[in-house]
């Protein structure tokens, strides 16, 4: 006869956190960096965004773009994460973030090298955007021959929410 305890008398398994689960400092995954976390295909985390489950995806790529340019708010992630744990795969999908809430705090203008860093693409990707119209409000503060692009942090906002994957 065995003297171990049943499962159920064990201690409680501490709360897994997921924010401190996901690598640090990367507040937009692009769906190739969350496949590679996950070590899973990265048509899995597509699969993951189209069908609702991940929300608050949003399309970085330019109008002459042949691909898409996912990037998943940290905040989306773990609430999805939290979502699968709680109830599983069948857990309803969890609400749209709003990107006026997801930006870092801080200055009004944000400079299109710290907005790349954010979004985890090149600032050349950013200043494309801009040159298109795509990101409104941006003015170039540049001293010398050399572009130095800002951004309102409410026109990134409003650019980054309307760039929502339905």
């Known amino acids: ?18 924010e401190h689960a996901l690598p ?4 937009c995954f692009p769906r190739s960096v969350l496949a590679t976390t996950w070590s899973c295909d990265p048509d899995h985390v597509q699969h993951l965004i189209e069908c609702g489950a991940l929300r608050t995806a949003v399309d970085l790529c330019t109008a002459e773009a042949s691909r898409a340019r996912l990037r998943i708010p940290r905040a989306a992630v773990t609430q ?26 801080g200055r009004a203008f944000l ?7 954010y ?7 950013i200043v494309n955007l801009i040159d298109e119209g795509a990101l409104p409000h941006a003015v170039d503060l540049h001293v010398s021959s050399r572009s130095m692009w800002s951004v309102t942090r409410a026109a990134l906002a409003e650019f980054l929410n309307s760039r929502r994957l339905p």
């Open 24 to 27: 640090a400092g990367i507040h």
């Open 1 to 18: 006869m065995s003297s171990r305890a049943p499962a159920a008398l064990s201690p409680a398994q501490p709360e897994l956190d997921f």
């Open 119 to 125: 979004l985890r693409c090149t600032t050349p990707h």
């Open 80 to 105: 999805f994460l939290d979502a699968r744990r709680a109830g599983g795969a069948a857990t309803p999908p969890v609400e749209r973030l709003d990107f006026r809430d997801l930006l870092p705090p």
């Open 111 to 117: 400079r299109a090298y710290e907005i790349a860093r």
